[in-house]
């Protein structure tokens, strides 16, 4: 039929030319733009697919950031743990040497060297912040990512803890030195090194006891430990390895000095006395009261008078001097009614200074002790009274530590860098591991970065050959469209030949 109202063509091509230039278009779109899917109507289920993808992709490629920040991290722990490795190297050096017999130098001189390296592991170990409490002595968590649940997300390393801190003090290194061999009792005859000697014999009545006034773990305490008796006697590393099994918590060590007699070393602030025993084969031969009391002779050290309780209202200031600066003390009753508050008022200012007050051996008054020189100034507002009761200002300097040739002290020390190179050893591994770790989670995350990326583009990207050659089809369908809707217009005046 032939209609003027309706051309029925023309419409067909009109609607074919929309459709060929929309393909036409979406082409040009997918050429220009790269990807297959421009937007939701194209794939809504494959761009949702690809939107996940793309997301791993971005929490991945900031997870490898994440996992390099952490091996970068752990390189410069791990670099600061060798240097310390090789500090402990020079402490070793100094002990064994100061340890041996056939040294005629100054142990003191051996000792200095020694305390400044232990001071240097304590600042190496705080500028990796490695320290005790320090920001890396802690749990790392690092999160990589790529895991259906969080748990699978991360690497931790742990280096929390005591255990994982390589300050001197953590180490076990802060209380040893490699000056002096201890100290022993005046008047001491007993030999303990004669071959297959047995002490103590009897029962629990001939345990020989010694008392100690110790300034240990962050207090001053006083602490007792026993050499226990045994009904067929007890062996001399039998007796030694009894009391420092109940010594070593305090940094102090029971050994023999050069002539086989029972000594007490540690770089701790300590005096000690000895209750003895009624074994005929006891650990010592004093029998008079002032044979039996000893202070540590490896320090510096001062004496106070004999020591008496401040009244109410009545004070006493002590002026302690050294080479780093001043530190004053005020004692008044509250803070010195006891000599335990006393000694405790003490050391809650002076300790930072690397001052330490103890009782004396005997009880009736306070040992100040310190590894470097230092001086006491005291003035008291009552005679009597305080420390030193002078109402006066009076002064005294401390006492150098001994020169003894004993090497008690450096045997100890050897003993403590072995298990602190042990501790380090152990240390080294966790921040080694630990680097392993984040390396092979940074090559799975890079691994899955990869393998997502070859999804998405699967899904997203255009196949450019296909649309090049839709591109060559959509133009020539709309070239025929437009010159068929054309031939379709011209039809209505064909109508015009019939009303001729």
């Not at 004692?331 to 930072?352: C, E, M, V």
């Not at 649309?467 to 709309?478: I, Y």
Request: proline share 1%; no cysteine.
């Amino acid at each position: 039929m032939i209609s003027i109202r309706t051309n029925v063509d023309s419409i067909h091509a009109q609607q074919n030319l929309s459709t060929n230039s929309m393909f036409q278009s979406k082409t040009i779109q997918q050429l220009t733009s790269g990807y297959r899917i421009n937007n939701s109507g194209d794939d809504a289920a494959g761009l949702a697919i690809a939107n996940s993808y793309r997301s791993s992709i971005t929490e991945l490629t900031q997870g490898v950031a994440n996992g390099n920040d952490g091996v970068s991290q752990l390189q410069i722990i791990d670099g600061g743990l060798n240097n310390i490795s090789t500090i402990l190297d020079r402490m070793k050096t100094l002990a064994t040497q100061s340890a041996s017999g056939s040294f005629t130098g100054d142990r003191n001189t051996l000792n200095q060297e020694y305390q400044q390296l232990g001071a240097e592991i304590t600042r190496q170990a705080s500028n990796v912040n490695l320290n005790a409490g320090g920001t890396n002595n802690n749990i790392m968590n690092v999160y990589i990512g790529g895991a259906s649940n969080s748990n699978n997300a991360g690497i931790s390393v742990d280096l929390s803890g005591v255990t994982s801190a390589v300050d001197a003090a953590s180490l076990g290194l802060a209380s040893t030195q490699v000056n002096g061999g201890g100290v022993g009792f005046n008047n001491n005859t007993q030999v303990l090194t004669t071959p297959n000697a047995t002490f103590l014999t009897g029962t629990s009545a001939n345990n020989q006891t010694f008392t100690f006034n110790v300034y240990a773990n962050g207090s001053a305490q006083t602490v007792t430990a026993t050499a226990h008796a045994s009904a067929n006697g007890v062996s001399l590393s039998g007796v030694l390895a009894d009391l420092n099994g109940q010594l070593s918590q305090y940094g102090i060590t029971a050994g023999v000095d050069t002539n086989g007699k029972l000594q007490f070393s540690g770089a701790n602030a300590f005096t000690v006395k000895d209750n003895g025993s009624s074994a005929t084969n006891k650990l010592t031969s004093e029998t008079a009261a002032a044979d039996v009391l000893a202070q540590n002779t490896a320090d510096y050290s001062i004496a106070g008078g004999t020591w008496a309780a401040l009244g109410a209202g009545h004070t006493e200031n002590l002026t302690f001097q050294t080479s780093g600066g001043s530190v004053v003390v005020n004692l008044t009753h509250a803070n010195g009614d006891t000599l335990a508050h006393t000694i405790s008022a003490i050391n809650a200012q002076t300790a930072a200074s690397g001052i330490y007050a103890v009782a004396s051996a005997d009880g009736t008054t306070v040992s100040f002790q310190s590894a470097n020189s230092f001086s006491v100034s005291a003035i008291a507002s009552n005679a009597g009274e305080g420390v030193y009761g002078q109402t006066s200002a009076t002064s005294y300097t401390s006492t150098a530590p001994s020169a003894a040739t004993g090497a008690a002290n450096a045997q100890t020390a050897i003993s403590s860098i072995d298990n602190a190179v042990h501790a380090l050893g152990l240390i080294q591994g966790r921040v080694g591991a630990g680097e392993n770790k984040l390396q092979y989670a940074i090559s799975l995350a890079q691994s899955q970065i990869s393998s997502f990326s070859t999804a998405e583009s699967q899904i997203r990207d255009a196949d450019v050959a296909a649309e090049a050659a839709n591109l060559t089809k959509s133009q020539v369908l709309q070239q025929t469209s437009i010159a068929a809707m054309a031939q379709a217009n011209a039809e209505p005046q064909s109508v015009l030949k019939l009303l001729q």
